[in-house]
């Protein structure tokens, strides 16, 4: 069996589930949901995250981000069209690519960054995202190179009944993945520029560098140096001195 008819099949299976044409539209409504209030803030002129010090690595980018004038508010109004276009079905698909190259931006971009706003959220849109383009894949899949035009079975998906079964398999993936997103990954950073300067040296509180923690978290926020260059400094750092009696 061919790639492409493999595909058509198994699409063809999730599109009679009643259970995943919801999450469907409970993607789409996120997805949009998430783009809507910043495009706004950008399309009115607004910082994003103004709470942000200019100092933290991320606001830097915004910082430097919101002083680009006309640019700026096009990327809001990107945002917007992306978000809208999502919430209608017959251009849920445009939307969705429209969409897809700046969240995979956001998401690199936070990880990049280890920013604790979007650390957890930007790959779950990511996913969210992918999960649109694929329930809409029949309307792309044409421009895929191995794609072969399917033989019809002479119904449609509007004649065929929709399964009311649970796909309890496929949400278990779903929770497993939204765990690994917001437990797992955020874990692999022992070290994170945090939001502001408190929150960043209480990191160290329980740890044996205490002293080259405070200079990292100064270095960031007080400093505003690059979270690469800071980070080298702290690796640098000897551990805390034990005083003994």
């Not at 259970?19 to 994003?48: C, D, H, Q, T």
């Not at 931006?105 to 979007?118: H, P």
């Not at 779950?124 to 899949?141: S, T």
């Not at 033989?151 to 449609?156: A, E």
Request: some cysteine.
């Amino acid at each position: 069996m061919s790639i492409s008819s493999t595909l058509d099949r198994l699409h063809s299976q999730a599109k009679q589930n009643r259970w995943l044409r919801y999450f469907a539209v409970f993607n789409s409504l996120a997805l949009a949901a998430g783009f809507i209030p910043s495009g706004i803030v950008k399309i009115m002129g607004e910082r994003f995250a103004s709470g942000l010090s200019a100092n933290h690595p991320m606001g830097h980018y915004l910082e430097a981000l919101h002083l680009t004038g006309y640019y700026y508010t096009f990327i809001g109004v990107v945002q917007i069209t992306a978000a809208l276009l999502l919430l209608i079905p017959r251009t849920a698909t445009l939307g969705a690519f429209l969409y897809f190259p700046i969240i995979l931006n956001i998401c690199i971009l936070t990880y990049a960054l280890r920013f604790d706003g979007s650390l957890f959220t930007a790959p779950l849109m990511v996913l969210a995202n992918l999960y649109v383009l694929g329930w809409n894949y029949e309307k792309w899949k044409y421009i895929l190179p191995f794609n072969r035009p399917a033989i019809s079975d002479g119904l449609t998906e509007k004649q065929k009944s929709l399964s009311n079964k649970f796909p309890t398999l496929f949400f278990a993936g779903v929770f497993a993945a939204v765990i690994v997103f917001v437990v797992v990954v955020p874990s692999l950073y022992s070290i994170k520029p945090r939001n502001t300067l408190p929150q960043c040296i209480k990191q160290f509180k329980d740890s044996n560098r205490t002293k080259a923690g405070a200079d990292f978290c100064n270095c960031i926020h007080q400093s505003g140096e690059p979270l690469d260059k800071c980070l080298d400094e702290y690796k640098k750092g000897s551990d805390d001195t034990i005083r003994t009696p």
